[in-house]
């Protein structure tokens, strides 16, 4: 495991990292970013090796998923080129169904290998009050599909979320670590770091066999006992990293594009990121205005913002008949974001023409009409 990985910072060498993932990769419920465990791991791989040269990336997304990670993966991860992929999706995974977890993972895992073979991943897994409520204390499913995944393609992993929630049962109130029951504050942060630290490090010291603390070991089986993916034959792990990269499956020829390709007729190119997020997007604030985009697959969806002034788009494929989306929900009294979303899939492959036009109506409480669109996921 992280064989590759460690090749790279042996001796004077560069490593590039990135770091996929939603709010809790982005670092949300820490102003300081160096605080969340994200930047306090690049902080202690510097401090660790000190002659390789790091490259590291943040491309946490708050609210997003494993499914919008998959669109994510050119534009995101395989531009970078990395070394070594985290990949941080089991909270906001967690509703999604278990099929749907497994091949936007594989999606993911797909695309990496299919470009660069030699790139390690690590899974790092973790959780919020109400996962672990709803689970009592016990294995949520969104975490056993990410396990079961990582044990498939013998990938390391890291159950965190078990980690700081074993400090809330020894007596530490839940509120001191995850003030929101979400995002974890600075000393919930270091609890994450720590786990995935040690975990890493054991792994490129040479260290994965013998004893390891509960969250850091593999999959349990059904069985009772547990199967180590530690050692594991490199030719085995290549063998594996080739099979998934010729896989053809849901998500694994997937990607984004900008919403100012489409035929615009009112709405605007603006040339800023949408909420801190890419280059540019088109916006409207007028009903009737409308966008035309032409696109070939079996799915469509977009990545769009949820303000305050959100209006509702109307939207059809291929001449249908016009559905409702709307840009505005309660979450927007006190902040915008970007959301992404599919409006249609399993599609006819093929050629497709989708039409969005800004609706008259809009939430009572929304104070605009406001459209915004980053761009197409297809």
Known sequence: MLDNFRKRIAGQGEAVIVYLGGS??????????????????????????????????????????????????ERDVLCRRPDLLFVEFAVNDYTRPAQEIRESLEGILSMLWRALPECDVFFVLTATGKMHRENSGGLPESVRIH??????????WV??????????????????????????????YRIYFEGVWESMKRILD??????????????RMETGREEDCSGDNPEDVEKLRMEISRKEGKYTACGMVPACRARLQGFVTEHIAMCGKYGSYVSSNRPGDFLEFGFRGDKI????????DGGRMEWALDGGDFKELSAWDVYARSFDRGSAGMLAENLEPGE????????????AESRGNFIRISDFLV
């Open 352 to 363: 497709h023409r989708l039409c969005i036009r800004v609706a008259a109506e809009k939430d």
């Open 301 to 308: 969806g977009l990545f769009y913002m949820i303000s305050s």
């Open 147 to 156: 396990k079961e995944v990582a044990a498939r393609y013998k990938i390391p």
């Open 206 to 219: 040479g260290r994965e066999r013998g004893e390891k603390p509960e969250e850091v070991r593999s999959i």
């Open 24 to 73: 809790i990769t982005e670092g949300q419920g820490v102003e300081d970013k160096r605080l969340c465990w994200q930047g306090l791991l690049q902080s202690e791989l510097e401090k660790a090796y000190p002659e390789c040269i790091f490259s590291a990336f943040n491309a946490g997304i708050g609210g997003t998923d494993s499914r919008f990670g998959a669109f994510r993966m």
């Open 159 to 188: 159950n965190v979320g078990r980690r700081l929630f074993s400090r809330v049962e020894e007596g530490i109130a839940l509120e001191e670590l995850l003030p929101d029951g979400v995002h974890p504050n600075r000393q919930g």
